[in-house]
């Protein structure tokens, strides 16, 4: 066995492999192996924070905390003052929004680094731009302080190796009860720190999101008005529903991604998760008669004319197609349904949504939902010396600080003033708010997710319902917290094939046989040996 890679070799294969950083063509340089890097370490101890009560209260199965209001009395996070005292921080991640203003404008990054005890130096990138900007970066050797980290499918860069020879391994300060010294970081739940570990120990921090996912979205106020169910029981009743809602006239249809549409019908089927784990062995859901099903079946909606005629050609339009009733039906992420309200319902009178879970396949096939991720990503920290290790970690337990505290305030509100006045105990973003509040603290650490929306706090208990039913049904996906080389190299080329392949199929453009060639052509160039490498993966870690 090769010994493990040093800091300059590291450096020295990735400069050698240009912007794209395929680690693989290095040299002799070889991947470590799947039972290596998915070696098991111990978690984190989980200690919730019970600080601020509620009705809807976070449970061990994964629903979320909800909050009608935040709390008259906000706690201090740090009542003996700013936790993370010293030199200033720079941390590397990505944003989605608009970049906020500069620090020297920006009222809340002013009070922020105030909070924390330094500067809080952010690199921010475009999102699109990050993988690429992650490894360039580490082909340059001239790394900041913290970064964050795509998941392996996302970033082939994201390696164990890559990790052993430049980052921090965290165990000595988080494994147990170690934990508790950064006591915000204890409050994360267990799930997601799994996909942390990576060398037998723990090399990142979390960026915790719910494991229910999203439900699909329905417009309940455009169902009503045509006295429609939005809740079918199953595939056929479901199928009716789109076909009801349905009015070209109008120019309204019941559904727009095909991608988020064809998920939609394989968790009716109870589909796999991307991966499926059945005593040790894996099957992907490219091979799967519930895709084939699935393919299918988004053949028949889209004959049926229930699929926006637009929605093969263009990307980036659903959420404002739902929003303005184009479209009655969408499959989103649990952060939209604020998002919703936010942007839609100053122009969208009477907007009412509510969610749908899968319906069942049929009486025989139940259906489930699809767990979502338990991290967006995770960030990383560049080696350095133990004290300096501590106060980025003392800092990063400041952005974790739970809802009711100062710190969650500051985080997503800002200063009170400038950045949001209150409505009640609630607060409300002033529009310099909302653009100083893009800051992406959220994607350094950030605490649990929490259901709240203070401009209608009426929404809270349906967010809620969603999750309770939710977790009953999820399906995992076994290989989120694992491994696999070769899914890091391969997995975008071939999910861009059949992301294309998919949609001809569900237009009629291609056929099934070519769908099934091109599953054969996945399991010989990639497919079998990911399957190998994360049933010893699983294996070693389970």
Known sequence: MKTPLTRRGFLAAAAGTGAGLALTGCGDFEPRPARLANAKAELPAYVPYRGVPTDMPATADGVSAGHRHFPREVVAAFPDGPPAEGPGIKIMNLIFNPVP??????????????????DLGFEITPVGDYPQKFAVTLAGGDLPDAMLMLPPDQNSAATPDMLDALFEDLTP?????NVRDYPFLANIPTDSWLPCVRNGGIYALPMPRPVSSGPTFTRL????????????????????????????????YALGDPT?????????????????????RFTHYYETE????????GLQLTRAGVVHPDAFSVVGKFKDWFGNG?????????????????????????LDIGYQMPPDWDAATPAGQWQGRANFATLIVKKAPEARIKQILRAMNALAAPFGTDGYLLRKYGV???????EGTDPILTPQGTAEVTLPTTFATDSPFTLYYPQKPEIVPGQYAFQKEAVKKLIPNPAEALYSATDAEMSKLFGLRFESLRKGVMQGRNSRGEWDD?????????????????????????
């Open 101 to 118: 203003p500069p620090v020297d404008g920006n009222a809340m990054w002013q009070a922020l680094n105030e909070y924390v005890g330094c």
């Open 173 to 177: 300060h988080l494994s147990g009860d």
């Open 221 to 252: 106020d455009l169902l009503r008005k045509k006295g429609l169910d939005p809740d079918p029981k199953t595939w056929r009743e479901f199928f009716r529903l789109c076909k009801d809602a349905t009015d070209p006239g109008a120019h309204q």
């Open 260 to 280: 988020t549409t064809w998920n939609l019908l394989m968790q009716m089927m109870g589909a796999p998760n991307w991966w499926r784990e059945e005593n040790g």
């Open 290 to 297: 519930e895709c084939r099903q699935a393919l299918d079946a």
């Open 326 to 350: 184009q479209i009655v039906m969408h499959p989103d992420g649990p952060a939209a349904w604020n998002d919703f309200y936010t942007v839609y319902e100053p122009v969208a009178e009477g």
């Open 416 to 422: 009170r003033g400038p950045d949001h006045t209150l």
């Open 518 to 542: 091109a599953v054969r052509e996945w399991r010989r160039e990639a497919g079998d040996k990911m399957r190998a490498e994360y049933e010893l993966a699983w294996e070693t870690r389970y």
